[in-house]
């Protein structure tokens, strides 16, 4: 292969510029041309595709966000948006696609390689969401975010006695709330994957008091439902004054970690490997801080499990 492309789509993610960066200098290594695609399938139809060289992503590996824009395309998901994407990367002598995105760009990727159209996809979503690696881009970033707010909303908890319900954010998936709630020391968490935890919640808020515990905080992943209504059913059942804090999408942006940054590079630069060994259909991942490529179509049939040691651990910690 001698020119590819790169897009990014879906929620945008810190970390995100750094795997576009790692893709555009991998090519360039290797004196293969590189071009970027601008707000994400929606581009691709459009033909909003640009020459990148090394200069295109200088000063970008500690900023946030992503230089290529990103949006959501209705008319990607059809046959005929699908067949004009595939023109456009004809027209422009493109012959592979590394897609950047979640699992919702990954079907779009898996649409066009099985349109013969060969694509890679790279896992960036602060979610950590999807089968097949440890981590996503973005999720450390958006995890010391957390832990940040956190950390200040604890220090108002402890002055005014009172209990916080913080929702953070991770779509179906309770990662970033474990993680949160292993890191802050919270008394509790509420997440998708363990769905009947709110009563032991109560109980265990009201030992805390029966011990003189006098604030509190617990952590819920969005997927769960509201922080509002938990808030309003913990406040209900205890009687302890309790606050609601939505950290919303502050989580989604900042400059990406130094783990975001290196994990990025080594999957940007695996992406390309991949492509230029003719392989397709592909996600590149990190498992046990190894480098691994899957099926697309096998991560997308696979549900992305917690950790249970780590959610055992997480109760066993905050009695
Ligand atoms: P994420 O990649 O973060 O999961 P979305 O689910 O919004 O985000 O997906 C991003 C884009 O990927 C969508 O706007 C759409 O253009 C494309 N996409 C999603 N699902 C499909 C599908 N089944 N077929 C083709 N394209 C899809």
Redo the contacts with the bound molecule.
Sequence with gaps: MKRLGVLT???DAPGMNAAIRAVVRKCVFHEVEIYGIKN??QGLIDGNIEKMDVGSVGDIIQRGGTKLYTA???E??TEDG?RKGIEQLKKFGIEGLIVI?????F??AQ?LTEKGFPCIGIPG?IDNDIAGTDFTIGFDTALNTIIEAIDKIRDTATSHERTYVIEVMGRNAGDLALWAGLADGAESILIPEKPDDLNEVISRLKRGVERGKKHSIIILAEGVGSAIDYGEQIQKETNLETRVTVLGHIQRGGSPTANDRVLASRLGAKAVELLLQGKAGRMVGIQSNRLVDHDISDILGQKHTIDEEMYQLSKELSI
Excluded: L
Aim: aromatic content about 10%.
């Design positions: 789509s879906g929620g994400g399938y959501r395309s209705d990607f998901k699908q995105g979640g699992d919702g760009s079907r779009g649409k979503t």
